[in-house]
């Protein structure tokens, strides 16, 4: 899955972003995914949902005579037409503290003290962040859990009717795995095509095994904060990777830009959108991402004027990485991953194989993205497990003869990207 991610809040009214749609289609993303579209409650927050079956005024035309629903099935059509896919959040952990359903459902919700809970997270520090904006579901423990199981699937029903077809499920470790795993048999007894990705960041590897055994398509991973040395990416990576395929992003709508957090360093933007584009089975690219965009997106200020004067275009580069994504087996599963002893610390040696085939790919990355870093190997071919021939696919500047001993000079944060090359009837269906 290559997926860019349209923030609505940023994209503005639904006719408006079909030059966004046109632009993801483009670099050569399948999907594209949503946040919240629902009017938000009285914070303004997009994930603080107070109607789940309405739409956020600000994504509407001003005056138009056209239902709400109406346009964004129009928006809908005109992805399809580019051969797009359309993911959207579903937040069934909390609500807004002021939707209608924490009188008409009272027994829905936790409580503490007799009054109405609200979700929370414990910071690096143990600071307890308390979102009082938010009323919190119980799943778990509901007098009334089937009708909340009957009411979010009601809710996924309309959400398809409109044309979406895949779910990011918001802090998914969060509900119980068994209310995921009737909630997804259900729908997709009814939708077969349709998809469900869990978000699983900031729980243990066992959380997220036992949360994606529910029947989730995928989980996101780590990716973005790897230092590419440390081990516990990889660990993380073999735990989980044969429950459920990953998802990688070099940023979110819940992170600081890139951009402005390496200090406007473009090699920084293209190396973490290579590395985690190839890592794993799955990609995730946030709006503005391609445009080198500083501003960090906020689920309530966000607004179309905050569209920034582009200070880079990545769009070129992003789209020939997803070109490599898309052509190479290897680049489309969580396969094997092993990384190799490098003559330099600062250069990543990652070999990767298929599980499905006979492909295999080495990745031989410039940690550094504000040096050049030299590279040298007596014979390539003894770190792969795979007979010749071995193909530079590399999104710039790749060779079409590798030498031996090889030699290259790594600019900062650029990587090579090494193929084999199987015959075709060598590769499982």
């Keep these: 899955m290559k997926i860019y991610n349209l923030f609505p809040l940023l994209a503005g009214p639904l006719p408006q972003w079909t030059p966004h749609l046109e632009r993801a289609a483009a670099m050569g993303f399948e999907w594209v995914f949503v946040n919240p579209i629902q009017p938000p409650g009285q914070s303004g927050s997009i ?59 009272p027994d829905w919700f936790k409580r503490e003290g007799g009054r109405i809970a609200h979700p929370f997270c414990l910071e690096e520090d143990g600071t307890k962040v308390v979102w009082e904006d938010l009323a919190q579901f119980d799943h778990r423990h509901s007098p009334d859990a089937q009708g909340l199981l009957d009411y979010v699937g009601t809710v996924v029903e309309h959400l398809i009717g409109l044309g979406f077809t895949g779910f990011r499920c918001d802090a998914a470790y969060q509900i119980p795995t068994d209310f995921w795993r009737r909630l997804i048999q259900d729908i997709k007894q009814r939708h077969p095509g349709t998809l469900f990705v869990a978000e699983t960041l900031g729980c243990s590897p066992d959380q997220t095994r036992q949360t994606a055994s529910a029947g989730f398509d995928a989980i996101f991973n780590s990716a973005k904060w790897w230092d590419f040395s440390s081990p516990w990416l990889l660990e993380q990576y073999e735990l989980t990777r044969q429950i459920a395929p990953s998802i990688g992003f070099p940023e979110s709508h819940d992170t600081e830009r890139l951009f402005a957090e390496s200090g406007q360093n473009v090699a920084a933007l293209k190396q973490r959108y290579l590395f985690t584009a190839l890592f794993s089975t799955g990609v995730m690219l946030p709006m503005g991402y391609e445009f080198g965009f500083q501003r960090r997106l906020h689920v309530v200020k966000t607004r179309p004027e905050d569209w920034e004067t582009p200070a880079v275009d990545l769009t070129a580069f992003i789209t020939r990485v997803n070109r490599i994504k898309a052509s190479h087996p290897v680049f489309g599963e969580d396969g094997l991953l092993q990384r190799l002893e490098s003559p330099n610390p600062a250069i990543l040696l990652l070999w990767q194989a298929s599980t499905r085939g006979r492909s295999q790919a080495l990745l031989v990355l410039n940690k550094d993205p504000w040096h050049h870093q030299h590279f040298h190997c007596e014979d390539l071919y003894r770190l792969v497990q795979a007979p010749p021939p071995l193909r530079d696919v590399s999104p710039e500047w790749a060779m079409d003869y590798l030498p031996t001993p090889f030699d290259f000079d790594l600019h900062p944060g650029m990587a090579r990207v090494f193929v084999t090359s199987p015959s075709p009837t060598a590769e499982k269906p």
């Design 47 to 105: 994930y603080s949902i107070r109607d789940y079956f309405g739409v956020n005024p600000a994504l509407l035309t001003p005056g138009s005579r056209k239902r709400p629903e109406t346009q964004v099935k129009e928006m809908v059509k005109v992805a399809e037409k580019l051969g797009l896919r359309l993911m959207i959040d579903l937040v069934i952990n909390h609500c807004a503290v002021d939707s209608p359903l924490t009188t008409q459902h």
